[in-house]
């Protein structure tokens, strides 16, 4: 099984962060006006949709348990 190259994983993490930047400013933007009072009859919520569109959920990793979360608290 062939792994990506170290020049396609760079890319993909470059194309990640810049989602990431994007969905951030959008989500930024929204927060901003809405505690301003802008509600833009309802329009101004199409910047959340948005940015939870735009952030790259799959490039984040699955959550790690702890490890020892199994065992008991000790006395």
Do not use: Y
Request: glycine share 6%; hydrophobic share 50%; aromatic share 10%.
């Amino acid at each position: 099984m062939a792994s990506a190259s170290p020049r396609t994983r760079t890319a993909s993490s470059r194309t990640a962060f810049g989602r990431a930047a994007a969905a951030l400013l959008l989500f930024s933007a929204w927060m901003g006006l809405l505690f301003a009072g802008f509600l833009l009859h309802g329009a101004l919520h199409l910047l959340l949709v948005a940015a939870s569109w735009l952030f790259p959920w799959r490039s984040l990793s699955p959550p790690v348990t702890p490890a020892g979360r199994d065992e008991p608290p000790p006395d």
